[in-house]
């Protein structure tokens, strides 16, 4: 009972700071202001982090709590963008200007050089600390992944794993081998299976022995889909043609200061690695002195998937890796609309070569689904753990509002999955491959 008391106190304490900011909810579209016609995928940022975008009708709606001094933009790369304090957003139409021309040039240091310039030194030093050293390098990484699931607008059901990530490279695997997850810990709330022809997922693939949706796709939707992204990444010199550049102002970010640049795919079709990828857009944020990239937003559909991902890169040893990577993707499957948003941190991160790697690397996206962990909650490891994330406060609220989150998480992990794996084989081989890496670190 001490435990359920102080699990509960420590929720109640996250989400009442998070209710000292206000909830807010809009509605709207966002239309071109000479010809009055719909702007389909407007990027919505809060405060540089992405919370929505516009649909095929120039529509958006977004819910979430912030306070009324912070700013929501509405960015579109063959638009002037425009910003306004959210406690000041009341209009149901936003008109943006096209623009004619794309600015040819930007300050760095004291100098004027043109934009071209200046993208070919993106490409370089991103290439340099990124592509070179990261990319190509499978490594290991402490992991904390926050996920919310909704299902044809049910209750969000909440999905949350301390664990092990194995993040591939391209000289040893292609973009279609899913990064493997070992979890560790785990808390989950009840989720609602998805529902075909009066059947349940898992009744529909006897053939298979996973049931809970969010546990079984989670790196392969989610990471999958980063992973194509990086190989369509706008600051990779084999991309260097696929995209326009627009320099959008300078930001200051905790006494730096930083460029924002906008991107856009030239051409509405991009195929990559066989799939393609519609309307490619974002924005980058770039230190302004040493032009390394801070953080991305990318907005893409990708047959079928509408996809949002923010990544966030630290820079280990001298070369960058991710710090974070926040992701909204939302698609229909068996008619069902499936909605997932999420937050990927990660922690200590082992920048040593693994060992012929090239012996496990495998494409399986069930691997360690069917953890015996999913099936446990274990209260005093998440005692003072915050559930709240910048991207995920809005359904969290919801999922935990006046309840015990010690009683939900209990009730989650007996919505049991199987624990029988069919890959054990596969699974043995990889964890083999963590404990010699570890032990040579």
Partial sequence: MKNKILIFTVLFISISVYSQKKEYKFSGMVLELKTNKPITDVILLLNNNQVGYTNEKGQYSFKLFANENDTIGFYHSAYFHKEFLISELNKEIIKLTEKTILLDEIEIGIKKENLKEVKRKLHKTFEKKFRKVVKKTPYWSKINLKQVTIINDTLPAYLEIDGDLLMYGNSYANVWDSPILIPHKSRRTVENFIRYD??????????????????????????????????????????????????????????????????????????????????????????????????????????????????????????????SISFNLSFILNKNKIVRKGLFSFKEINTKELDNPKNIITGNRFLFSNSEIYNKYEAKYWKNRSLLTSNLGYEIKEIFRGKFADTLFRQGASQNISTISKYANEESKILKLKKEHEKNK
């Fill in 198 to 323: 009066g059947l349940s997922f898992n009744e529909l693939r006897k053939d298979e022995v996973h049931s809970h949706y969010a546990i079984t796709n989670l790196c392969y939707e989610d990471l999958i889909a980063y992973h194509f992204f990086e190989e369509s990444h706008p600051l990779l010199s084999k991309n260097l043609n696929l995209y326009n550049f627009t320099f959008e102002k300078t930001i200051n970010i905790e006494g730096q200061e930083y460029y924002v640049l906008s991107f856009t795919s030239k051409k509405e079709k991009t195929k990559i690695k066989g799939r393609n990828f519609y309307s490619i857009r974002g924005q980058l944020i770039i230190n302004k002195e040493n032009l390394i990239l801070k953080k991305i937003t990318a907005y893409y559909r990708m047959e079928g998937i509408k996809t949002v991902f923010t990544a966030e890169y630290q820079k280990v040893n001298e070369a960058l890796y991710p710090k």
